[in-house]
């Protein structure tokens, strides 16, 4: 029932006593005389009690009212310039209002007691008990916006009867202002070929020039909807400075551009990728321009091919679903690997840390700077759980190596061991929440970051040297790349391309995914280094009962969408196993996706494997994840497989639906 009837069916106590005079009338015309005097007195006491009643009531209201707003002056037959209303805050029924109230809500009078919530559906009145003097929101009253504020009245001396005044302030033409103002803000965004390079590569002047014209037509035709200033900076670099109004429409078709630019080719079949940096709600432009070059640099490292918002709080992320392109160079390899010498020449000791759960992978890659810090002279710790982690066999071998006794150290002997000239080096990882040690993480100044993942939200800052690299295979792959310019062939111990190799084995599934001419580069050299394939096979066997544990997670995995499998376990397993059999799903004939959810602790842990169109990363970053478009995993605390899973088809399900 709306407002309008249910006022139509509650009348004002004129219309009541209305009619009963008509009762009375009616009576005395049927010539019932006694029904009619009867009416008539009872009529009349009801009229009597009633007025009775009210100015009782207005008495006490206009004494509390003189003795608490005095400064308004709020004597007999003065109007305050607001509408104001009295409540009674136990229940919030109305005791009285002025006539700007009535007049700005319909109230009337009516015989039954109206609550404030009668007249205004949205208003509530526990921010008054709590001690607040303003609405915590806007109150809209038919085409109007007002703010309220209010104070508490004790009615009597014993407390019991507590009353709320409230003032309704009209700021309609000034909340009309602050809207105008937040929608005409500039949003400074940053557009970038991100495969320039490769899209021009051995093509004529003519040919480049074609080719910048489809780019420059595709971008131009898509910013003109956007009303903004559009200018190119370099060749494929370009500023479009827009207003926020826009940016809601941007958001909803997902930055089409990033489709429609793909319609340009090179003659080899490349098609052109962009990325877009944005940078929103900076106190300047100098500000937003800051944002938007972060956000660019947070496109390209996970990847490219996507739009990135950067606002005062976090990142937003559009696109970034297509494969990524491998765009390295190795002059970087060659700058970095320079960079981090000198670095480590530096430092009075090296300390080398992965990421919680340390796999083959994170032992490879510190193990490879391990070996850079041999060849500078300098001490150097791993810093690993020797309980917790997923390389113990590896671990176990490099213990015996003389070179290698007493490096691996736990995160809190690392702490007291650390001076104020350590360096600290992360592998496999960029995530602070994700490090061995996040205490140590803090303590050291000096840190540099080597990995592959994909960057999320909350990346390492602050990194004096920084490999980042999302289209490599492993860490232990950019870390042998380095080796190359950092160190002789000879400085290389057996057991250290050994490591090597079997981080690049793990993370490629013995080269069947994301795997590159580099990675056989590298693997070439770890080869000619003295790794053995076939003692890092060894590193990757299961024992029989570990085998049998695998396939019986492969046995509770479910079909979802037709190529889907998820393994949700009820009983606890291990890492490694968990990511056995999310690989050994993908070797079932029509799945392109698999996902282990197991308990461990008070937390679910979730391992993920693509070959398909789905990205494994984009999935399980709503849940807190990471990694990469074809492996991923993420950790959820205090829940259960059930709310787990729960969580992850939804995210399954948004990621297909957009």
């Known amino acids: 029932m709306n407002k309008k009837t249910e006022r139509l069916l509650q009348p004002s106590m004129g219309w009541f006593f209305a009619v009963l005079v008509a009762f009375c009338a009616a009576a005395l015309l049927l010539e019932y005389y006694t029904l009619a005097i009867a009416e008539a007195v009872a009529t009349a006491g009801l009229f009597i009690l009633y007025w009775i009643v009210r100015a009782r009531r207005n008495i006490q209201i206009k004494a509390f009212i003189q003795s608490t707003f005095n400064t308004l002056d709020m004597a007999k037959g003065a109007e305050s310039p607001f509408p104001m209303v009295l409540i009674r805050l136990v229940d919030g029924t109305i005791v009285w209002s002025n006539e700007r109230f009535a007049s700005v809500t319909g109230f009337r009078e009516r015989m039954r007691e109206q609550r ?5 559906s949205e208003m509530a009145t526990d921010w008054l008990t709590s001690g607040k003097n303003e609405y915590p929101y806007d109150v809209s009253i038919s085409d ?39 929608r005409s803000r500039p949003v400074v965004s940053i557009i970038l070929v991100d495969n320039y390079e490769e899209l021009t590569m051995n093509l004529s002047e003519s040919a480049i020039s074609t080719m910048n014209a489809e780019i420059n037509d595709l971008i131009t035709k898509w910013t003109d909807r956007y009303h903004g200033l559009l200018r190119k900076l370099e060749r494929n670099r370009y500023l479009f400075v827009f207003e926020k109004r826009y940016l809601e429409e941007a958001q909803a078709q997902k930055f089409s551009i990033l489709e429609d630019i793909h319609q340009v080719e090179n003659p080899t079949g490349l098609a052109a990728s962009i990325s877009f940096g944005l940078g929103v709600d900076g106190a300047s432009f100098e500000e937003s321009y800051n944002f938007a070059a972060l956000s660019i640099e947070m496109a390209l490292s996970r990847g490219g091919d996507q739009a990135v918002i950067k606002d005062r709080l976090n990142f937003t992320f559009y696109g970034g679903r297509a494969k990524e392109a491998d765009r ?55 810093v690993i759980d020797k309980e917790k982690n997923a390389a113990q066999r590896l671990i176990e071998e490099i213990e015996k190596v003389p070179e290698y006794r007493d490096v691996f150290v736990s995160g809190q002997d690392a702490l007291l061991l650390c001076d104020n000239r350590s360096t600290l080096i992360v592998v496999d990882t960029n995530r602070p929440d994700q490090v061995e040690s996040r205490p140590l993480l803090e303590a050291i100044s000096r840190v540099c970051v080597v990995d592959h993942h994909r960057r999320a939200a909350d990346y390492i800052e602050s990194v004096v040297v920084n490999l980042h690299e999302p289209y490599a295979s492993s860490a232990s792959e950019l870390v042998t790349e380095l080796l190359q310019y950092a160190v002789e062939k000879p400085d290389v111990l057996p057991i250290e391309a050994k490591s090597l190799l079997a981080g690049i084995f ?41 085998t049998m544990s695998k396939y019986q997670i492969m046995k509770a995995a479910r079909l979802y969408k037709q190529e889907i499998a998820i393994a949700a376990l009820n009983t606890g397993t291990t890492r490694p196993l968990a990511a056995q059999a999310a690989d050994e799903l993908l070797n079932i004939a029509g799945i392109t996706a698999s996902f282990v959810l197991f308990p461990q602790d008070d ?56």
């Open 603 to 658: 937390s679910v842990f979730i391992s993920a494997r693509s070959i398909g169109k789905a990205n494994a990363q984009m999935i399980l970053e709503p849940l807190g994840g990471g990694g990469n478009t074809a492996t991923a995993g993420a950790q959820l605390k205090d829940t259960t497989v059930k709310d787990a899973l729960d969580l992850l088809v939804a995210s399954i399900d948004q990621y297909y639906e957009n």
């Open 116 to 120: 404030i919530t009668d007249v205004i």
């Open 506 to 546: 793990l993370d490629t599934k013995s080269f069947n995914v994301r795997t590159g001419e580099r990675t056989f580069e590298a693997a070439a050299v770890l080869k000619r280094m003295g790794a053995d394939t076939v003692e890092v096979k060894k590193l990757l066997q299961n024992d029989f009962q570990e």
């Open 328 to 382: 390295r160079s190795k002059v970087r390899s060659r700058v970095t690997a320079n960079s981090m010498m000198e670095l480590i020449g530096q430092s009075s000791q090296v300390f080398i840390m992965g990421h919680r759960n340390a796999d083959l992978d994170a032992v490879g890659a510190a193990m490879g700077i391990a070996c850079m810090c041999r060849k500078k002279g300098k001490k150097f710790y791993i």
């Open 144 to 182: 109007r916006r007002y703010r309220v504020y209010g104070t508490v009245i004790r009615a009597d001396d014993s407390g019991s009867n507590v009353l709320g005044m409230l003032y309704f302030t009209n700021l309609t033409e000034l909340y009309q202002v602050r809207d105008e103002y937040i």
